[in-house]
């Protein structure tokens, strides 16, 4: 049984290139045009740290509700084995990326599809609890750790006016 030897070391290569993204080497992904080089970030030196949380407020003419989480995404011990929030979690990283990629144009942000999704779902769960508001804001924030309280705002939206279905 023979290797076919270009592709024994096509693959060597890629897995030492592979390994070299894993760990940031500097202009390592210049040379990576058809995008084969994976960037997971599971088990390397550097683990993602962060966790992404939406909140809302209402917003009436004369005061300002506090910030309320539109999603309760509280990691329990035993997440490891268990997550019913895995996929709400992975669907807030998503838009948040998605919303991203808009950031350097600012007119195109407030009507691109993470940004109305995320107003969507912030204008259902403001008529759905508090029927006294005229607009809503959202903001997405960040926090790092298990427990950590100090939030981070990442993005904040414009307040806009309650569209009451």
Request: aromatic share 16%; glycine share 2%.
């Amino acid at each position: 049984m023979s290797i076919d030897f270009p592709i024994l070391a096509f693959i060597a290569v890629w897995f030492i290139f592979s390994i070299l993204a894993q760990l940031n080497t500097p202009g390592i992904h210049r040379f990576d045009y058809f995008k084969v080089l994976p960037t997971y970030k599971f088990f390397s030196p550097r683990p993602v740290s962060k966790d992404f949380c939406i909140y809302i407020r209402g917003v009436t003419d004369d005061c300002k509700d506090n910030w309320t989480p539109l999603f309760y995404n509280k990691k329990q011990w035993w997440c490891f084995i268990w997550n019913p929030q895995l996929r709400l979690s992975k669907a807030l990283n998503d838009l948040f990326d998605q919303l991203e990629s808009f950031r350097n144009s600012a007119d195109l942000l407030h009507i691109s599809i993470p940004y109305l999704i995320l107003l969507n779902s912030a204008n259902a769960q403001i008529v759905l609890a508090n029927n006294q508001c005229t607009h809503v804001q959202f903001m997405i924030g960040c926090y790092e750790g298990y427990n950590d309280t100090r939030i981070t705002i990442i993005f904040l939206s414009n307040i806009h006016v309650l569209e009451i279905l």
